[in-house]
């Protein structure tokens, strides 16, 4: 009997946020087990008692070649049909940052409901327009998305650190065939919610400004920046300004994004 | 896929006998590396260059079939989206293109290579790869030059391009040729015992035997080793000689920092036991829970647990390759911290750079040396890709800059981690299994002249790009995350890092008290063929030595394999008192470990010091203080380093509550770093750093305690406790066998005694780094002494932190501390050309008085914004909290508290805006809680000084109101955005 609200956190060789991700999971209220990506290839039916399968950021086996490339192969020739019938249940999958590399690798955003084949890939995350890792605080405005759990309109404050987030499509039919199959989740915008127009707001040059993407049944998401470096009132990079000027503040602004994921979980028998 | 002809600038028997996969990316947009490549190539001069395209290249076995080759071009190596692959078959190489000029750059045989391991592992465990073991691979890159034809001349190409883009230490650079190596590296070919005779040696041949091995050991060290293997009448083996060598060496034993010195008509019995460990000792802190004796220096934190750090330098390696040598800086710091005790979790890092100048031109460059430039981007890409690989933010540091480490940058790294308290002390005990973990063994840092590769010589390549150390970070992290999880499981009893001396120094250490016997052919190895004493001195990165029980033995292996960590016993832990190598069973080594750790005899030096003589050009008036504002934060120790904090991921773990770039465009600097290390505390860890190496060369003494105070200052100004603060100190100084350098040394270490004594901040780990000088031509030219202290405070509630930024318009803004005329060393006297001076020094009666007072107001939250003065002084203080908070202000310089003294010469205005007096804040404040505040500063110098406002415009006025300088911020801003470029 599967407990409800489950969240499974992989970990692997050059995963770093995973201790985070587990906090931000736990404060959302979701039970958390914190498994090696070694441990799932080995047992997969691990995957049965949880309704959230998260992979955090960092820089799985270095990045070497490309970023997720090798934990994209592991997950397409180890688990590509487990993970398809855990989505088709009606799980969700998260990848942040390294996650959403690893995901984009994985074929799990293309992939047809209800089917095994990975189909060849038509997006990509690829290396920032300044062609620097780049580590600084953008905003993000939700979009209405077939993930609707992303509150549309709400623009929060989030942390992105990363050297090759800059989603790009094979072509504009890609980009057109996403927009309109709601499957544009989050872009980076101004502080005002107002459309980025440069580097300042959308760091790595990203298509369109996207910086969250989902499947087209929405119960797979990934995005570059990271909602779990912004779960206290401290962690804000002008909070010794907001509260010189009064502004009340008891958490950061990313809890949100967690809370409301894990309220919208399935609970799964 | 496109499948190629073979070309004609390169024979059949010169190609490598591998399949070749060059990706090449399908856009131009997508290839930042070649846009970047063509910038550096211009700029060095490299003219008629239209375009340069980048490929990266990876070679496979032979045996792979096409479609093995294929599957992994596919799966692995190429993106469907974003790249074009081209495939060659053994012995062949791409086809020529007219008017393009191929230059290919891969790593020298034996150099690491962690892509290719990847890639090997990747096509191992996917199954492309079917036969036993992982495939052979190595990577390399690929540049492809357009342009005129002229530009385009291989001899040309070859020296822009060795000199920007490869590294030929540890590189092959290959124009117009596409002969890539792929061999292994050589077997050393030497078996057998080799026993180094030294007995009936006359002095010179001791000496030439030492020379000759590089084992940087004296004449009075070499006959001390020659007595003890008269009294046991026999000879030492190579592997004895080598570990004595390594274990008594200036790294290992701070031989020189101990030694007894004659200064000035003193001695001084032990230099550092007599100063820094002193002060520790006589401050004797209940909180001090570990120091000195281990890997680190630990103190309590809260709620169980301790914290600790660790600060070292990786000097020589990096002027030789700036990434390599910075990111295996890195990776052996963090290592000190995962084998302090029984390991610490690392939680931030911090890296402190010091370069000659970036605008040097290339014509004033010595032979030989890289440009100050390339060193720092190459420093600081490989701080960023060590560091962010791990997870550990990288939050505090700084760059500093001064024509005397053209030759010998210094590149200093540290790390900072948390255990629980129970973990905070080990114990070996016999019997205990001696188990390496991590990486492999290869010829990693094993110097070319020693003993083990004399017969070596014909296959030079290797040894040169094998002294180079090259870091694996993702190896690292696995081992990372074995050892919280087999600390916390209680896998091991003791547990300590390979560094220098490699596995001689780890197991030597470890077995101090007891005794080692190790089966040297049971060390894993990247590739055959190294002779047992490489395996011993090896300096491969990323490896640990773990003391296990034997009842816990398999649980620990079983927690490596989960982690994909190899992990194997290599020897034991015994209670012999002796150290043992054998190899196949045959003995390399016997050593008795009392004459290894003790029998090192004491040197006497002799010191003394002769201050530079410089003509004192006062401080006359300034004509112009906005350009001299505008020079200031210009000038690379004070401009902007924002394009480095930006590369670190500086927010990973979540931690952050005070980052390194602060307020409202996150471009101005802050003080120190906060991060809460722990869910369940609200305590904060502020972690900062000092350096002044411009006052280090007039008066060591005044250097050492104004670093100090810099250094607790910084952390005193965003919330730390100066009485819950502790500092690590790390010298790099010249050749100290020279008696000046000695003398300087002397009065550092005494100046570091008095300015502990007075904070009462207790040292808790150091380290030193005494050979730093370079020639050109005839010259010798010695670093300038260089103190980098680094302070490790606890913030009593992180709900106090303050940041250096201006928050609103209105607040009062205090000046706290009295100014003098500190003008020796000071960035002033370097921007306007002028010399002489006092040099900075604290007030130490005064100054803790004044940190401790602050402090309190901090805590009482009467403190908006705090920012100390340090180079530059009150006008570059003031410039950057300013346009920090996107806010001006009106400060009075005749409200400053100052004692400027009656030496005539020196420009009251002048003196107020740019002195660097040690001890000094510019502190903003509520008006409605200024009596609040200045209560907390009672009995401290200290004055309301002006106002801030919204007005965008920073104005001081002298005396009678005369308005001095206005300046915009903006243009402060965008100055400070100058003069630290690579």
Redesign the interface.
Known sequence: MAHAKNSLVLRTAGINCDAETVRALERAGSRVELVHLHALLERPALLEGASLVVIPGGFSYGDDVSSGRIFGLELRHGLSHELARFVDGGGRVLGVCNGFQVLVESGLFEREPGSTTIPPRTIALTNNLSARFECRWVHLKGERCAADWIEAGAVFPVPMAHGEGRFVTLDEATLARLEAGGQVALRYVKADGSPATGPQDNPNGSTAAIAGLCDRTGRVLGLMPHPERNLDPWNHPEWTRLRARGVERTRGEGQGFWDRLVAALPVLV | THTAKPSTASTPETLPAAWRVEVHRLRA??D??G??ALAALREAGWKGLRSVRTA?GFLLPAECTRAMVDAATK???A????DRAVVCAPREAPAATEGVLRVLVARKSGVMD??AS??AR?MA???IWREKGEPHATTFRVYQFEGEPAALDPRLAREHCTRILGNETIEDVLVASEALPYALPRQSPRHGVVHVPLRGLPDEALLKTSREGSLSLNLVEMRAVQAHYEGLRREPTIAELETIAQTWSEHCKHKTFASRVEFEGRVIDNLLKQTIKAATMELAKPWCVSVFHDNAGIIEFDEGFDVCMKVETHNHPSAIDPYGGAGTGVGGVIRDILGVGLGAKPIANTDAFFVGPLDLPQSELPKGCMHPRRILSGVVAGV?DYG????IPTIAGGVWSHPDYVGNPLVYAGTVGIMPHWAATKSVRPGDKIVVVGGRTGRDGIHGATFSSVELTETSEIESGAAVQIG???TE??VL?LIVRARDARLYRAITDCGAGGLSSAVGEMGADCGALVRLETVPLKYPGLSPEEIWISEAQERMVLAVPEESLERLLEACR???VEATVIGDFTDSGRLVLTWHGEVQADLDLHFLHEGTPKPTRKARFDPPREADSGVPAVADHRALFLSLLSSTDIASKEWI??????????Q????PM?G?K?DAPSDAAVI?PL?QSKKGLAIGCGASPRYGRLDPGAMAETVIDEALRNVVAVGGDPDRTAILDNFSWGNCAHEDRMGALVLASEGCYRAAMAYGTPFISGKDSLNNEFKVGDRVIAIPPTLLVSALSIVPD??I???S?W??AGSALYLVGATKAHFGGSHHHLVRGLSGGAVPRPDLAEAPRALRALHSAIKSGAV??CHDLSEGGLAVAAAESAFG?CLGATIDLSKVPCDLGSAPGIDRDAALLYSETPTRFLVEV?PARAAEFESHLAGIPHARVGATRAEGVLEFTGARGASLARVDIEDLRSAHQRGCKA
């Not at chain 2, 952050?656 to 980052?659: A, D, G, I, N, T």
């Open positions: 947009g997508d930042p590396e846009a970047h990266r799966e692995i190596l993106d469907p989206v974003l962690p892509v990847t890639v990747a465990r996917s199954g960023r962010n690989r791990m997870g694996d970070a993702i992290k696995r995350d989960l982690e994909d904090v930006r590369q670190y991921d500086h927010e990973v773990q979540g952050s509550v005070l980052k602060t409202v996150r809460k869910a992180v709900g932190v303050v940041a930024d928050c609103r908006l914004s908070g509520d």
